[in-house]
C-alpha cells in the first residue's frame, strides 16, 4: 500500500554516501532477544509464541534486513522481539523503544481526525474537494467538485499518485509544501472518474490534511496532539514537516545504494500521508483504540470499516477509510502498512483488540525480493496468529 520511491537524481548519490558512515554489516552478529509482560499468566503459549516470532525475524535478518522489531499482543501479554541491528555504523541492536517513521500507518491518523470532524458536523464525507479548497483540483480534467471527502479516504478519486514523480525525490531535503505536490498529482488527468475505481495514491492524504486544517482552523499537527498523541498518551509519538530529525533515540532507515538515509528525507513530501514518527508501541495502542471503537462514535466506525477488495502491488486486502482488513490464518486483521525510504511497517489488530501484531524493518531494497516477501508473509502470519 505504501509505494517507496527512488531517488532520481544521480547527483544526489554521492552527497548521500559521503554523509553515511558505513561498516561492514553487523546484523548477523546480533542475536534476537524477547521481551514480554503479561497479566493473564499464560506463560507456556507466550513463551512458543515468542521463540516462533524469534525464529521467523531472524529468518528476516538473514534474508537481508539489518534489523527487526516484531511487537505481538494476545489479551493482556505483550511481547517485544527484536533481531539485527537499528544501527549499521555502531552495530547497536535493534530495541523496541526506538523511534521510526511510519509513513502511510499515518493515514489511519489522518482518517481518524477527519471521522471525528464528520461526527461533529463540522464536515461531511459528502462534502466535496472544492466545497473546502475551491479551484485546487481544476487542472488536466481534475475536477474538485466531483471528488469527495468520502472519496479521497477511501482512495477512490481517480486522482494520481505524485510520489512516484522523479521531484520528489531529486532533492531529498527540499522543502515541499502541500499545494505543490497537488500541483504534481494533477500535471496529468485522473485515471478514472471519481468513485468508479480504487488506486493507491498519496494525493489524496495530502488534501485530506488541507481540509482538516480548513475545517479547524489549526495546524493539522495540533489537531492530531489534541485529538489523538494526548489522550491516548503517545508520549513518543510526533507529526514532523519540515525537520528530518527525531526527538529521541531511533531505528537507523537504510535506502538501496544510499545507505544510510534516516535523517537525510524532508517529511515534508509524506505529510498526512506518511509523515509521523513513532513507536511499535504507540502504534499498538493507537490502533487498539481505534479499532475498538474509542476513538469514533458508532456511525463513524462503520464508514472506516466499509471496504471493498483490492489487490495494490501485491498485496491482497479490503479496504476502507484510510483502514485496511487483511485476512490471516486465524481470522481477519485490521491496520495498515507504511512505506518511507529506509523503514517498513506492518500493522494488525483484531477488531477485539486483544491480538494484534507488528512488524517494522529498516531497509528499503527488500521490497520486490520473492523470498523475503513470502518469509514476511509467513513471519506475519506467525505474529499474528501462533
Avoid at 110 to 136: H, I, K, M, N
Avoid at 166 to 184: F, G, Q
Amino acid at each position: 500500500m505504501s509505494r517507496i520511491p527512488r531517488f532520481a537524481a544521480l547527483a544526489t548519490a554521492s552527497a548521500l554516501v559521503a554523509g553515511t558512515a558505513l561498516a561492514p554489516a553487523a546484523n548477523a552478529a546480533a542475536p534476537t532477544k524477547s521481551h514480554g509482560h503479561d497479566h493473564d499468566h499464560d506463560h507456556g503459549h507466550g513463551d512458543q509464541l515468542d521463540r516462533k516470532v524469534r525464529e521467523q525475524a531472524a529468518k528476516l535478518v538473514a534474508d537481508g534486513a539489518p534489523g527487526v522489531i516484531v511487537m505481538t499482543r494476545r489479551g493482556g501479554r505483550v511481547s517485544h522481539v527484536t533481531a539485527g541491528v537499528a544501527d549499521k555504523a555502531t552495530g547497536a541492536p535493534m530495541d523496541h523503544r526506538l523511534q521510526f517513521r511510519i509513513a502511510s500507518v499515518t493515514k489511519s491518523f489522518t482518517s481518524t481526525v477527519v471521522l471525528q470532524l464528520a461526527a461533529e458536523r463540522r464536515l461531511s464525507l459528502d462534502d466535496t474537494v472544492d466545497d473546502w479548497l475551491p479551484g485546487l483540483l481544476g487542472a488536466n480534467g481534475n475536477d474538485g467538485s466531483k471528488i469527495t471527502v468520502r472519496q479521497l479516504l477511501a482512495q477512490t478519486s481517480g486522482l494520481n499518485d505524485y510520489t512516484p514523480d522523479p521531484r520528489v525525490m531529486s532533492d531529498p531535503a527540499r522543502s515541499w509544501t502541500p499545494e505543490e505536490l497537488i500541483a504534481i498529482a494533477t500535471e496529468k488527468p485522473p485515471l478514472y472518474a471519481p468513485g468508479t475505481d480504487w488506486n493507491y495514491s498519496n494525493t489524496n492524504y495530502i488534501l485530506a490534511g488541507m481540509i482538516i486544517e480548513k475545517a479547524t482552523g489549526r495546524p493539522v499537527g495540533a489537531e492530531l496532539r489534541k485529538r489523538i498523541f494526548t489522550p491516548l498518551r503517545l508520549r513518543h509519538t510526533f507529526y514532523p514537516t519540515t525537520d528530518p530529525g527525531f526527538r529521541g533515540p531511533y531505528v537507523h532507515g537504510y535506502y538501496y545504494e544510499y545507505g544510510d538515509v534516516s535523517t537525510l528525507v524532508s517529511p515534508s513530501s509524506a505529510r498526512t500521508s506518511g509523515g509521523i514518527v513513532s513507536t511499535v508501541d504507540d502504534v499498538a495502542r493507537f490502533h487498539r483504540a481505534l479499532f475498538t471503537g474509542r476513538l469514533l462514535p458508532a456511525k463513524q466506525m462503520r464508514e472506516l470499516r466499509t471496504v471493498r477488495p483490492v489487490n495494490d502491488d501485491g498485496v491482497v486486502e479490503d479496504y476502507g477509510l484510510g483502514v485496511a482488513r487483511i485476512k490471516f490464518s486465524c481470522g481477519y486483521a485490521w491496520g495498515h502498512d507504511g512505506g518511507f525510504p529506509g523503514y517498513r511497517t506492518w500493522t494488525y489488530t483484531s477488531a477485539d483488540g486483544g491480538r494484534q501484531a507488528i512488524i517494522t524493518y529498516n531497509e528499503s531494497k527488500l521490497e520486490h525480493d520473492t523470498t523475503f516477501r513470502a518469509d514476511l508473509a509467513k513471519a506475519a502470519d506467525t505474529a499474528f496468529c501462533a
